[in-house]
Nanobody, 123 residues
Framework: VQLVESGGGLVQPGGSLRLSCVAP????????IAWFRQFPGKEREWVSC????????LYDDSVKGRFTIARDKAKNTVFLQMNSLKFEDAAVYYC?????????????????WGQGAQVTVSS
C-alpha cells in the first residue's frame, strides 16, 4: 500500500500546519490510520490515530488539544491538523496503516508507511 504525505513545511512557534495522507491506489476507509513522528537519531513515536470502525480518535498527551486527526472519505485522505506548534514538534511525520480497523501505538505493527513530511518549527 502506497501512502503519500504532504503539507509539511516551516512554521513559527504558535503557527499551524495541516498534513495530508493519501493512498493513490488504495481505499483508506475503513482502516485505521496513524501518524507517527521521528526526531533525529530517535525511534518513531506515535502521535495520533483514527480508527476504522467508529472513527474514534486517539492522541498522545504531548499533542492532545493541539492536533486533530480527521478522515475525508470522499477525498480518500486522512488529515492531521497541527495547531499551536512548538519547537519540540519539529520532526518528520509519517502516516501508516497496518490494514487493521483498530488503532495501535506500536510502530512495529505497521507495515505500510509513507515517505514522511518534514515539519520545521523555527522563529
Amino acid at each position: 500500500v502506497q501512502l503519500v504525505e504532504s503539507g509539511g513545511g516551516l512554521v513559527q512557534p504558535g503557527g499551524s500546519l495541516r498534513l495530508s495522507c493519501v493512498a493513490p491506489e488504495f481505499i483508506l476507509d475503513p482502516y485505521a490510520i496513524a501518524w507517527f513522528r521521528q526526531f533525529p537519531g530517535k525511534e518513531r513515536e506515535w502521535v495520533s490515530c483514527i480508527a476504522g470502525t467508529d472513527g474514534t480518535t486517539l492522541y498522545d498527551d504531548s499533542v492532545k488539544g493541539r492536533f486533530t486527526i480527521a478522515r475525508d472519505k470522499a477525498k480518500n485522505t486522512v488529515f492531521l491538523q497541527m495547531n499551536s506548534l512548538k519547537f519540540e514538534d519539529a520532526a518528520v511525520y509519517y502516516c501508516a496503516t497496518d490494514l487493521s480497523v483498530f488503532c495501535s501505538r506500536l510502530s512495529y505493527e505497521y507495515e505500510n508507511w509513507g515517505q514522511g513530511a518534514q515539519v520545521t518549527v523555527s522563529s
